[in-house]
């Protein structure tokens, strides 16, 4: 008798635990996601090796950044710089400040120098200076971007390839970090800019997978243009926060953003945890001391040499891989320190990409 009343008890049990294996099930794959990102992983190649030192020896490539007033394009460039050294083939930064007149003069100079590369690095969306590009195409000059689209995006029609940057899977691990570290009731305020070409799907992949796990966990979205950062940011924050005193994790989706939401939970008194991405050293700093509490890292150092290398294999007539194959690592307190104290881009991520790279181009 009892166990035909536990079988008659499981039609009405069961919507009452459901909800609750599912989250279950949503907190392990959260947990799960975010510990493949705990760790250093080995170098994989993109691609066939190749002959590079041989395919180079007569080529030049022109790199244009977005800013050089900026650390993370600084840096960037810097590590392609190195990339094209350990080769041996000739790479010229050109030291814009930004702006249109400056993009359009090292267009013009690529060409009247006869560069066989023109590349676009660091967020320098290609459309911007499109009729310019396609110019240089006509004069036979190839095209590239670096660290601009995301993994989901199709490239401009005249860019010839581009080392892609997997921004919606960084979405995801920034949605499965606010839900564990929410203990599974995300309030989540994201702030993004559209006017930033991967933002979109950025965005999107964090609002999808943080629904995925919680659909009725409240979410909403500040759009802040890149240029408005330093005024507008504070202020949107402050507003969010009054409006919504339940917010309990902020999720600017680039680190440099953190600077500005800062100060408006200082004037709120509210203590509301912060994660992003990308890896900058002043933000891996105020994950060290507290300020924020993770940033997801990516090695620039690895990232220029998989740039170069998506480069050299467009000159060399070889296929190049969809992204850059950059790892992404999780800095937190727990391990912050080993991106040094200050902390800057290339300590954290070990070197294994420089004997891989070498290997890959047959350097060795």
């Not at 060399?316 to 969809?322: F, I, Q, S, T």
Request: net charge negative.
């Amino acid at each position: 008798m009892k166990n035909s009343n536990a079988i008659w008890l499981l039609p009405l049990l069961l919507p009452l635990l459901l909800p609750t294996l599912a989250q279950a099930d949503a907190m392990s794959d959260a947990q799960d996601l975010i510990a493949q990102h705990r760790i250093i992983p080995d170098f994989v190649p993109q691609g066939e090796p190749f002959d590079a030192r041989a395919c180079m020896a007569d080529k030049k490539v022109f790199s244009i950044p977005v800013t050089m007033t900026v650390p993370f394009a600084v840096a960037l460039e810097d590590a392609m710089s190195r990339a094209a050294a350990d080769v041996g083939f000739e790479y010229t930064v050109w030291e814009t400040q930004g702006g249109m007149d400056s993009y359009i003069q090292g267009v013009d100079q690529a060409v009247t120098q006869g560069y066989d590369l023109i590349d676009l690095a660091g967020g320098l969306n290609p459309e911007v200076i499109g009729p310019q590009l396609m110019q240089a195409k006509d004069a036979g000059a190839m095209i590239t971007t670096t660290h601009l689209y995301d993994e989901t995006q199709e490239q401009a029609d005249f860019v010839d390839a581009s080392a892609k940057v997997p921004f919606s899977s960084v979405g995801k691990v920034l949605a499965a970090w606010a839900y564990v570290q929410t203990e599974g009731a995300p309030n989540v305020l994201i702030i993004g800019s559209d006017d930033v070409l991967p933002s979109l799907p950025f965005v999107e992949s964090i609002q999808t997978q943080l629904t995925e796990y919680c659909p009725d966990c409240a979410q909403q979205y500040l759009n802040v243009p890149l240029a408005e950062w330093g005024t507008r940011i504070q202020s949107g924050v402050q507003s969010a926060l009054l409006a919504n005193p339940d917010i309990n994790y902020i999720i600017p989706i680039y680190d440099s953003m953190t600077q500005f939401v800062t100060p408006a939970l200082r004037i709120a008194g509210a203590d509301v945890p912060m994660a992003s991405f990308n890896g900058t050293p002043f933000v891996l700093d105020m994950v060290r001391e507290g300020t924020v509490e993770m940033d997801i890292g990516e090695s620039l150092g690895w990232a220029g040499y998989a740039a170069v290398d998506a480069q050299m294999r467009v000159l060399c007539g070889l296929p190049v891989p969809e992204d850059l194959g950059v790892p992404l690592v999780i800095f937190d307190k727990s391990n912050v320190e080993t991106t040094g104290i200050p902390a800057n881009f290339d300590d954290g991520y070990g070197d294994a990409h420089i004997a891989g790279f070498r290997a890959l181009w047959m350097l060795e």
